[in-house]
């Protein structure tokens, strides 16, 4: 007898739709499984197979074959094991086949009979709605980010028996289609706040410029003098996710397996890989491909402590992120896509041992070395970056100061009302903030008094302004100018702005402008 | 080529002998220029009295006119202590180097010789003062046609020599290794700007890499070039105090620029100044120290200078008055010298200064007061 059951494989963070097809045949008693399964499909069987026996139903000794069609398409992954279980429960006429055509079935099998939680149910959940199900039966603990997407009934079910009962028609009540945008609509949790952060006024500041208009930003300076301790707080300052940012962050946290025990993400996401980090593990990657570091901080901050500590690999794989917004991961069959559109903050020592500059301590660095750190950030990474900013050890009496400082509520109302600037501003171009603009929009949009444009000028003449460096200057001065509500940006801006340029290379030992 | 056969043949020997001289050298390095002193044959029995053959062997294959033929194809003049053209200031030495190889413009040893030339040396891992002294002093002087002599090391060395190259002055690195070679790598740029528009000496013989006792055996020959040795930055124990206590040997000036007493870049120079060392604030100081006061008076606008003429600072509006001042006192974060006023117009000031070319960037990013 055959009976077909739905479930749904992912493909980046899409879910595409995989008929199982179970067929049991008098013959010698074997169970095969075909259609490009990996290892955990194949080991499938054995899931399968006790986990219906231990739940009290028959494994029917006969010959099965299951087929995964399409079958061209490689299938990776347990999720698998539920339909399997349903068509097998079908076929064998241990249940009825009438809910199997209207709904998809997705979820892992303990040997017990209970069902595990997978990878991306939230993609599969919205591949199941597109493709017209009626509804999608899913471990209970991914109910909740299934029940995200509209227009299908989610059906939780914590074992094998429920998922038979379901099957026969009664079973688990369906569960509550969650309103997520009431619930993004409270306040997130304020773990961590700028008011923390006590001294470090000039970094402060730089990091409202940087949320503001979403630049890029790289922190020089010694260890521990809070660079990792800011860049933690930058979320606090940004903008709420929208509803759709939510979504769209919880379907990459949900196919990564990173998602937590809340089916939403509320926050801004804040990534933070170790230095030692591959390329593929910075933005996707493997087989099947499998979305990074650079993904999973969509909508968020990617902080790189120890830039320079980075692998080159690694960094030079950020260039298309940080210029396209996404990241294309190409196979030898398909090419898979995954959003990567994040504010890169990255912090560095300025040498090795990381006094340089420091007027309080001796650097150790030859200077050949210390010129060979620096140079390893040079080129196309730093073009990307907007503000390079030289971080201080806090002095005490701003530490041990009683005023408490400007918390990130505060900071937040201010860069949200640059934010609503810009966007008003760039409304119908798929820039959204000023450090999105291209070329063109930037010379659009900049509005530059003549003195201000003269700043531009004395900067390219007089502080080693390159033409690299220009735009740079340009699209933070235009946010400086969005922050103090001036329609123009003023002469000031430019200045300030060219202060967040990258400081003179360390190679021979000769400040900028002068003859070497 | 003025050059002698004994003369190329001691350089030959100072080259085979290197690594001998390397292992032999104990602490106290005053003891090198009595190595240097001694005769060939005192040498080699000093050094290497027990394997001499080793050393003997090659010495007697040792051809002049190859040595000269390699000299020239890397396009270095050989001169040798019986040449006229020998500077006299190293002349009358014990340790005197046998023969010196140029590459560049070799009157400027002349020149040295004539109206008195400056070292300018410290720290290879200077702060951005430091180099902005070294810079603007060899600048001014260079700019007064005053030679600037120092050893093209990272740091206050590439400093000055840049500066001074940057006025479009003379000036003469003198090379721990082969006059050839770039040393170290990374100033290789220098080394070849050096060679067309200044010139580059050294005792070694030609593409000889330098050793760690070629370091202290350069500076001798630095001291001896210069009418006097400013030492700009450097720790207790560092090379440039090396340098200035071969000046003191020679009875040249020493004169040392002041540093903040904390620091450990000033220790140097401020011990020198405690032993009785000339003040150097500016180039003018060092002039008035070489030719007497106010004989040679620095260009009022000296050329390829940076910053403005200090009068100039007292017309800049009150607030920008104010953030230069803070960064003349030595503060260089802008953690620092916002304090008690806006982050964002203290910033904007700061580069407002910098287009006027009163302060600069160090490499970690600190401001610093341009002269």
């Not at chain 1, 603009?437 to 509005?447: E, F, K, Y």
């Not at chain 2, 002294?133 to 700019?143: C, E, I, K, V, W």
């Amino acid at each position: 007898m055959l009976a077909r059951a739905t479930t749904f494989t992912l493909l980046g963070i899409d879910g595409i739709r995989v008929t199982v097809e179970a067929d049991i045949h008098t013959g010698l008693p074997s169970f095969t499984i075909v259609g490009l399964g990996d290892a955990a499909v194949q080991e499938s069987r054995e899931r399968v197979r006790a986990a219906l026996v231990n739940s009290g139903f028959d494994f029917p000794l006969k010959r099965i074959t299951v087929n995964l069609a399409p079958a061209d398409l490689r299938k990776a992954g347990p999720a698998f094991d539920l339909a399997l279980a349903a068509g097998l429960l079908a076929a064998s006429g241990q249940a009825p086949p009438d809910r199997l055509a209207g709904h998809a079935f997705c979820g892992e099998l303990g040997l017990d009979g209970s069902v595990r939680r997978v990878r991306g149910a939230i993609a599969m959940a919205d591949a199941a709605a597109t493709a017209g199900c009626e509804g999608i039966v899913v471990p209970p603990d991914n109910a909740g980010e299934a029940a995200l997407v509209g227009g299908l009934d989610v059906v939780p079910v914590g074992t094998v028996r429920e998922l038979a009962a379901f099957l026969a028609g009664d079973g688990p009540p369906v569960a509550e289609r969650l309103d997520a945008r009431d619930w993004l609509a409270a306040d997130p949790p304020e773990g961590e706040d700028f008011a923390q952060l006590r001294g470090h006024r000039a970094l402060k500041h730089a990091l409202e410029v940087a949320a503001a208009g979403n630049h890029n930003v790289l922190m020089m300076g010694p260890p521990g003098s809070g660079k990792s301790m800011a860049a933690r707080r930058l979320p606090s300052i940004m903008p709420p996710l929208s509803f759709g940012d939510a979504l769209e962050v919880t379907r990459i946290h949900s196919v990564a397996g990173v998602l937590g025990p809340a089916p939403l993400v509320q926050r801004r996401p804040f990534r933070a890989p170790h230095h030692s980090i591959s390329a593929p593990g910075l933005v996707g990657g493997g087989g099947p491909p499998s979305p990074g570091e650079a993904s999973l901080a969509q909508h968020g901050v990617l902080f790189l402590d120890e830039l320079s500590e980075f692998a080159r690999p690694a960094l030079e794989a950020l260039r298309q992120p940080l210029e396209e917004g996404c990241v294309r991961v190409t196979r030898a069959q398909r090419t898979v896509s995954f959003p990567a559109r994040f504010l890169l903050a990255a912090a560095t020592n300025p040498c090795p041992c990381g006094y340089q500059g420091d007027p309080r301590r001796q650097c150790c660095c030859h200077p050949s070395v210390a010129a060979r750190y620096r140079a390893r950030l040079s080129g196309p990474l730093l073009d990307r970056i907007d503000m390079i900013l030289r971080v201080e050890q806090p002095r005490a009496k701003d530490v041990m100061a009683e005023a408490e400082p400007e918390g990130s509520r505060t900071i937040r109302e201010r860069v949200l009302a640059a934010r609503a600037v810009q966007e008003r501003r760039l409304r119908g171009s798929p820039a959204a903030c000023n450090a999105h603009m291209t070329h063109a929009q930037l010379r659009r949009v900049a509005n530059l008094e003549p003195a201000a444009r003269a700043a531009l000028h004395d900067a390219h003449e007089r502080a080693g302004l390159t033409m690299r460096g220009h735009d740079r200057v340009l699209r933070v001065a235009r946010t400086l100018a969005d922050l103090d509500g001036s329609d123009r940006v003023l002469r000031r801006h430019v200045a300030q702005a060219v202060a967040y340029r990258e400081p003179p290379p360390v190679l021979d030992g000769a400040v900028a402008g002068m003859l070497v | 080529m003025t050059a002698c056969d004994g003369c190329l043949r001691r350089t030959a020997l100072l080259g085979l002998l290197a690594p001998w001289v390397e292992r032999a050298r104990k602490p106290n390095r005053r003891r090198l220029p009595e190595v240097l002193a001694l005769s060939d044959d005192e040498l080699i029995e000093a050094l290497c009295s027990t394997k001499r053959a080793e050393v003997d062997r090659p010495l007697a294959r040792f051809d002049p006119a190859h040595a000269r033929a390699s000299a020239e194809a890397a396009g270095i003049e050989v001169v040798c202590r019986h040449a006229p053209r020998y500077p006299r200031l190293l002349a009358h030495a014990a340790d005197a180097p046998a023969a010196l190889h140029l590459i560049g413009d070799g009157a400027l040893l002349e020149r040295a010789a004539r109206d008195g030339a400056v070292a300018i040396v410290g720290s290879r891992r200077a702060s951005s003062y430091g180099i902005e002294m070294a810079g603007s002093l060899a600048r001014d002087l260079a700019a007064c046609d005053v030679p600037v002599v120092s050893g093209m090391a990272y740091g206050v060395d590439s400093a000055a020599h840049s500066g001074a190259l940057a006025a479009g002055g003379p000036t003469i690195a003198v090379m721990p290794g082969g006059a050839d070679l770039a040393y170290p790598p990374g100033k290789r740029c220098l080394h070849e700007q050096l060679k067309t528009c200044g010139l580059a000496v050294s005792e070694m013989p030609t593409g000889m890499r330098p050793f760690r006792w070629s370091f202290p055996a350069r500076n001798r020959i630095m001291a001896a070039l210069a009418r006097m040795t400013i030492v700009v930055e450097g720790t207790e124990g560092s090379g440039s105090l090396i340098t200035a206590s071969f000046a003191q040997d020679l009875g040249r000036d020493v004169g040392a620029v002041p540093g903040q007493a904390t620091s450990p870049l000033a220790a140097g120079p401020n011990r020198l100044l405690s032993e009785g060392a000339a003040v150097v604030r500016s180039a003018s100081d060092v002039l008035d120290a070489l030719f007497g006061p106010g004989k040679r008076p620095v260009p009022a606008a000296g050329i390829g200078a940076a910053a403005p003429h200090p009068a100039l600072a007292a017309r800049l509006e009150p607030r920008l008055r104010r953030l230069l001042q803070s960064v003349e006192t030595g503060i260089g974060s802008v953690e620092g010298l916002a304090e008690g006023t806006d982050v964002a117009d203290a910033l904007a000031g700061l580069s407002e200064l910098e287009f006027l070319g009163f302060v600069g960037r160090g490499p970690g990013g600190d401001y610093v007061r341009r002269v």
